[in-house]
C-alpha cells in the first residue's frame, strides 16, 4: 500500500459523547418509526410541539427515512416477484428502519509502538472510521507491508470487531492481481491486525483531484477493477464501499481494489448472478452477515448505490457495486461524483431520487461512448445495468478495441418491457395513494354538478366558473398541505405539482376563453381530457409506464365528449375519476402492506 493507503472502513457517526442534543434526535425519531410500526400517522410538528428546536432536522431526517423505506420496500418487493433467483443471494440488511443513533464514545487514537510483533512500525500512512494504517516492515521475512490495526483498540465494540474480522476475511479469500492481498491475519495481546501488500504509488482519488481522466486510459483503468470486482463476486464478496480513494495505484500506473471495510458475504446454492456455492463451503457460512446496525446506512453518499442508500429495506447485491463502478467511471470521465451535495443527507436525497447530469453536460470533452457505458451502470433499476461487473469489463474493452459496445444495443422488445416499468421515483407515489383516492372523489363530484347544470339549461359562465374555480383552487392548497403533513417535498414531487397546477390553470381559463370568443358555456369542455392525457402522459415518462394507459383513456375520453356534449362532463369525470382512484387505491394499499 501506498503513503495514502486506505484505511477507511465505516463512516464515523458525528463525535458526540453524550450529545443531549442528539440524544433527544435519536429519541424522537424513534418515537416517530414506534408510532408508524403501530399503524398511526405521524406527523413531525406533533412529536417536535415540546422541542421546536429540532423541528428542522426531524421533518429532514424523517423524509429521508421515509424515502429510503419506500424505495427499500419496493426493492423488496421487486426480489420477492422475481422468478428462479434465490433469496439468499440477494439479502437485504435487517428490514426495520431505526431512528440514526449518535455514536457515544469518541475515536481513541491508535499510540503504536516501535516494535509490535513481528512488525517494526514506520509510520502511519491511513486513517479512516475504523482502522489505522502503518507502513511497516515484517522482521522475520525483510518485507515491506502495510499493517492496518483497529483504530479504537481495546475499547472497540463486538460489533467493530466483528466488522474489522470480517474485511480481513473477505480480503483474504481473494487472490487477484487487481485486489491488495492479505498476508497475515492475527492477534497480537487482544488486538486484531491484518498485514497487506505495501502499494507504493497514489490512489485513483489524487489523480482525480488533478482533473478528469484521458479515455482511453479510464477505460483501460476501469475494466481491471471490473474484472477483480467480478473476481470477488464469484467468490461471493461484494465490496460495497467501492470509490475512487480506494483504488490504489501503482507505480506502473496499474490499478489495485483495497478496503473491505464493507465488504459482505453473499450466495447459497444461487445468488443474484447466478453463481453456485461451492459445496466445501457450508450454507451458514455464506448466510447474510448482521454486522450492520439496523436501518445503518453504508457506504460514501457519492459512490452508493440508490438500494444501498435504502439503508435496511434495500436489497443488496452485486448490482450495488456495479452502481459504484459507474459512479468511478463517471467521475472518471468528469472529475466529480455524479451525485454531490452541500451534506450527505443532501446527497443521499439526490441519490435516491435524481438522475445524474449526462458527463457531457459536466465535462464537454467526455467521450461519448464512455457516457452511454457509465450512464448505463447507473441506472436506478438494478436490472438496467450491466448484469456482471465482467459485463462492464466487456463493453470497456470493445470501447478500446473500436467495437460496438453493448450500452447501445437494445431490441424493440427490451424498450418496450422498459416502457412500461415502474421508475425509481414511484415510490413517491405511496405518499399520495390516499389523497389520490380523495381528489377521484372531489374531481367526480365537480364534473357531475357542472353537468347538472348544463341539464338545467342554465347558460351564464359564471355558475360554472365559481364551481370550477371556488372548487379547484379551495381543494389544491388542501391536498398540498395533506401531502407536506407527511414530510418533506421530493425535488419530483415539485415537478409533478406543477404540471397538475398547469391543468387546473388551464382548465379554470377555459370559461374565459369561451367568453371572450362568444361561445356557449362548456362548449371547450373536451379539451379538458386532453389537458388530463397530457399531465398522466409526463407522469409516465417520470413516475411509471402504467399511466400510459391512463393518458390514452382521457385522449380518448376528449373525443367521446365532442360526440355526445349532453353528457360529456358527466363521462370525463367517472374517467378521470377512475384514473385516479385506481393507482391511488393501488398504493395505498403498498404503503399500508409495507
Excluded at 439468499?88 to 509502538?113: F, K, Q
Excluded at 463476486?233 to 496499474?254: A, M
Excluded at 459445496?279 to 457506504?299: F, M, N, R, V
Aim: hydrophobic share 45%; proline share 6%.
Amino acid at each position: 500500500m501506498s503513503a495514502s493507503q486506505s484505511a477507511a472502513g465505516p463512516p464515523l457517526n458525528p463525535p458526540a459523547a453524550h450529545d443531549a442534543r442528539e440524544e433527544r434526535l435519536a429519541r424522537l425519531l424513534e418515537q416517530m418509526s414506534a408510532a408508524q410500526r403501530a399503524g398511526a400517522a405521524v406527523d413531525y410538528r406533533r412529536f417536535t410541539a415540546t422541542e421546536p428546536d429540532l423541528a428542522d432536522e426531524v421533518r429532514q431526517l424523517w423524509g429521508a427515512i421515509m424515502l429510503a423505506e419506500a424505495v427499500g420496500q419496493r426493492a423488496q418487493r421487486s426480489a420477492d416477484s422475481s422468478s428462479g433467483a434465490s433469496r439468499a443471494g440477494a439479502s437485504a440488511e435487517p428490514v426495520r428502519a431505526e431512528a440514526p443513533r449518535a455514536n457515544l464514545t469518541a475515536a481513541v487514537a491508535v499510540s503504536a509502538p516501535r516494535q509490535w510483533g513481528d512488525y517494526e512500525i514506520l509510520e502511519e500512512i491511513g486513517r479512516g472510521g475504523m482502522g489505522v494504517v502503518y507502513k511497516a516492515r515484517q522482521i522475520s521475512l525483510n518485507r515491506l507491508v502495510a499493517l492496518k490495526m483497529i483504530l479504537r483498540g481495546d475499547v472497540a465494540t463486538a460489533a467493530e470487531l466483528s466488522r474489522f474480522r470480517a474485511e480481513a476475511e473477505a480480503a483474504a479469500r481473494l487472490e487477484h492481481p487487481n485486489i491488495v492481498p492479505v498476508y497475515e491475519v492475527g492477534e497480537i495481546e487482544g488486538k486484531p491486525y491484518f498485514s497487506m501488500k505495501y502499494v507504493a504509488g497514489s490512489t485513483l482519488a489524487k489523480r482525480l483531484a488533478e482533473g478528469p481522466v484521458a479515455p482511453r486510459e479510464a477505460a483501460r483503468l476501469l475494466a481491471k477493477v471490473c474484472r477483480a470486482i467480478h473476481f470477488a463476486h464469484q467468490h461471493g464478496v461484494l465490496h460495497r464501499d467501492l470509490k475512487p480513494s480506494n483504488i490504489l495505484l501503482d507505480e506502473q500506473g496499474e490499478p489495485h481494489v483495497t478496503d473491505f471495510g464493507l465488504a459482505k458475504r453473499f450466495g447459497d446454492s444461487v445468488n443474484l448472478l447466478g453463481f453456485e456455492r461451492a459445496a466445501s463451503e457450508p450454507a451458514a457460512e455464506l448466510a447474510p452477515t448482521h454486522l450492520t446496525q439496523t436501518g445503518a446506512i453504508l457506504g460514501t453518499p457519492s459512490y452508493i448505490a440508490p438500494e444501498q442508500a435504502a439503508g435496511s429495506r434495500g436489497v443488496v447485491g452485486p448490482a450495488c457495486d456495479i452502481y459504484s463502478l459507474g459512479t468511478v467511471l463517471y467521475a472518471m470521465l468528469t472529475g466529480r461524483p455524479p451525485f454531490q451535495a452541500a451534506s450527505p443527507l443532501d446527497t443521499l436525497m439526490m441519490v435516491l431520487e435524481q438522475d445524474p447530469l449526462p458527463p457531457r453536460l459536466v465535462n464537454a470533452k467526455a467521450d461519448r461512448e464512455l457516457e452511454m457505458i457509465a450512464l448505463r451502470a447507473l441506472q436506478k433499476p438494478p436490472e438496467l445495468r450491466y448484469p456482471t461487473a465482467a459485463a462492464f469489463a466487456d463493453d470497456l474493452q470493445a470501447y478500446l478495441q473500436g467495437e460496438p459496445i453493448a450500452a447501445r444495443s437494445g431490441g424493440i422488445s427490451q424498450i418496450l418491457s422498459r416502457l412500461f416499468r415502474e421508475t425509481h421515483h414511484a415510490t413517491v407515489l405511496e405518499s399520495w395513494g390516499l389523497l389520490w383516492m380523495w381528489h377521484s372523489v372531489v374531481l367526480l363530484a365537480l364534473c357531475v354538478s357542472t353537468n347538472w347544470l348544463q341539464l338545467s339549461a342554465i347558460r351564464s359562465p359564471w355558475p360554472y366558473l365559481l364551481i370550477w374555480a371556488g372548487g379547484l383552487l379551495v381543494w389544491a392548497p388542501i391536498f398540498w398541505a395533506l401531502r407536506r403533513r407527511a414530510g418533506p417535498v421530493t425535488f419530483v414531487e415539485r415537478q409533478i405539482a406543477h404540471a397538475w397546477a398547469a391543468s387546473i390553470i388551464g382548465s379554470i381559463l377555459l370559461f374565459f376563453l369561451e367568453m371572450i370568443l362568444g361561445l356557449p358555456v362548456l362548449t371547450l369542455s373536451p379539451v379538458l381530457g386532453i389537458l388530463s392525457g397530457m399531465v398522466f402522459l409526463f407522469k409516465a415518462g417520470i413516475l411509471t409506464g402504467a399511466f400510459y394507459v391512463e393518458a390514452a383513456a382521457l385522449f380518448s375520453t376528449a373525443l367521446v365528449m365532442a360526440l355526445f356534449p349532453t353528457y360529456g362532463l358527466t363521462i370525463f369525470g367517472f374517467v378521470s375519476a377512475a384514473c385516479f382512484f385506481i393507482p391511488g387505491w393501488k398504493y395505498h394499499r403498498q404503503r399500508r402492506a409495507g
